[in-house]
């Protein structure tokens, strides 16, 4: 191949191939079925992707209310993950998906 410099690290293979992905808010790499997929998209704007098939640029979302909480409070979070200025109607959408973590001592 003539691929010289694209770039990509040599990957090292794990022993279990459980797919994992970064939460953009604390950073962690957690299991991929844990995280909620946020997606940039050409014609909806931000929003969330049951699916994570969607095309456009996403960014991952674990399970932590404290993470959801982030990106909800701080739409810098993910204007810098999505390369987007996601709207306050985008983020309260974000905030009422039924997906989103309730905090442990609610109450
Ligand atoms: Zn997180």
């Known amino acids: 191949m003539t691929g010289k410099g694209s770039g990509r690290p040599a990957r090292h293979v794990p022993q279990r191939h459980v797919p994992q992905r970064t939460c953009v808010v604390c950073r962690r ?54 390369n987007a200025q996601v709207t306050e109607a985008e983020l309260a959408a974000i905030a009422a998906d039924p997906r989103r973590p309730t905090p442990a001592e609610a109450g």
């Open 29 to 82: 790499q957690v299991d991929k079925r844990r995280l909620t997929r946020i997606v940039r998209t050409a014609d909806s704007g931000v929003l969330i992707d049951p699916t994570g098939k969607r095309n456009g640029r996403g960014a991952y979302l674990c399970d932590q209310a404290s993470c959801w909480d982030k990106v909800i409070r701080h739409a810098g979070i993910l204007n810098g993950a999505l």
